[in-house]
Antibody, heavy 121, light 108 residues
């Protein structure tokens, strides 16, 4: 069974930093691309970042480019999101999502339950 | 423009058919995906590549595409279908993922 478990969320002041983690299990980790998707309180989904299985391809939403860094450790089956220069508008639930295989690629097939990031003074 | 536009809300009576549209220029060149999200839960993929259903998704969920608009159709709506629905695609480069603003489906 595929499982994605996010951690690392919390309360941080504007301008601060936070590092999110996503621990994966139940699949061959280095064979799948991963994404971070966030959702502000009461708002819709917003794609944040993508990383391919080998980390050769990395993409960011314009809203986080230059502030956030996505990475993965295939030896530890883990995905990360380093968030710097945090803003109030970065507040929300951050989901780790795995893309599908074969015909289901690049759908976001598997999602974690999310970790809440609150940026406030 | 790479924006995806959805109606904020759709209402339907139980047993009726609900249609949720998603419009955007990019949809004439990129596939669309649909996700259902119930309160307090993570999104679930219900349609991929415009019209395909993942394993385990009921047949009453279907997708269609015409030009720059894709449509999610839910036939024989059940009370349990009440949720937020999001369309998603990619920008013209295929690098960025884009979500529509979401549609709240209310079952009357």
């Amino acid at each position: 069974e595929v499982q994605l478990v996010e951690s690392g969320g919390g309360l941080v002041e504007p301008g601060g930093s936070l590092r999110l983690s996503c621990a994966a299990s139940g699949f061959i980790f280095n064979s799948h691309s991963l994404n971070w998707v966030r959702q502000a309180p009461g708002k819709g989904l917003e794609w944040v970042s993508f990383i391919s299985g080998s980390s050769a391809y990395i993409y960011y939403a314009d809203s986080v480019k230059g502030r956030f860094t996505i990475s993965r450790d295939n030896a530890k089956d883990s995905l990360y999101l380093q968030m710097n220069s945090l803003r109030v508008e970065d507040t929300g639930i951050y989901y780790c999502a795995r893309e599908g295989s074969g015909d289901l690629s690049p759908s976001l097939v598997y999602w974690g339950q999310g970790t809440l990031v609150t940026v406030s003074s | 423009s790479d924006d995806l536009t959805q109606p904020p809300s759709v209402s339907v009576s139980p047993g009726q058919t609900a249609s949720i549209t998603c419009s955007g220029d990019v949809l004439s060149r990129q596939f669309a995906y649909w996700y259902r999200q119930k309160p307090g839960q993570a999104p679930v993929l219900i349609i991929y590549k415009d019209t395909e259903r993942p394993p385990g998704i009921p047949e009453r969920f279907s997708g269609s595409s015409s030009g720059t608009t894709v449509t999610l159709t839910i036939s024989g709506v059940l009370a349990e279908d009440e949720a937020d629905f999001y369309c998603q695609s990619s920008d013209n480069t295929g690098k960025s993922r884009i979500f529509g603003g979401g549609t709240k489906l209310t079952v009357l």
